[in-house]
């Protein structure tokens, strides 16, 4: 059963940087491609990155040149390096993985979510 484990997020200043964490299991992590998401409160859940098992790199375009994701597929996790940031960052990212690399970026078809991780970013 595909289990996600997300951490790293935190209160940081405007400008600041964080990365997150997470770590996948029950799955073949090599053979999925793995996806970031975050939610604001009343907002949606919306794809931040996205990284296919071959290492194709897609971004939302709100973050592109600040975020940067990553994975090492011998410790079975995925990163999200963030730069920048600003207060429109402020969500709880989550993390999510699926073989098809069309459904990691469709949030609205993936049902299994781990806690995911808050980050604030205030002064």
């Known amino acids: 059963q595909l289990q996600f484990v997300e951490s790293g997020g935190d209160l940081v200043q405007p400008g600041g940087s964080l990365r997150l964490s997470c770590s996948i299991s029950?799955?073949?992590?090599?053979?999925?491609?793995v996806g970031w998401y975050r939610q604001a409160p009343g907002k949606q859940r919306d794809v931040v990155a996205a990284?296919?098992?071959?290492?194709?790199?897609s971004y939302a375009d709100s973050v592109k040149g600040r975020f940067t994701i990553s994975r090492d597929n011998g410790k079975n996790t995925a990163y999200l390096q963030m730069n920048n940031l600003k207060p429109v960052d402020t969500a709880v990212y989550y993390c999510?993985?699926?073989?098809?690399?069309?459904?990691?970026?469709?949030?609205?078809?993936?049902?299994?979510w781990g806690q995911g991780t808050q980050v604030i970013v205030s002064s």
């Open positions: 999510n993985a699926d073989r098809a690399p069309l459904i990691v970026t469709a949030p609205k078809f993936l049902t299994s």
């Open positions: 029950g799955v073949d992590f090599s053979a999925y491609a």
């Open positions: 990284i296919t098992s071959d290492g194709k790199i």
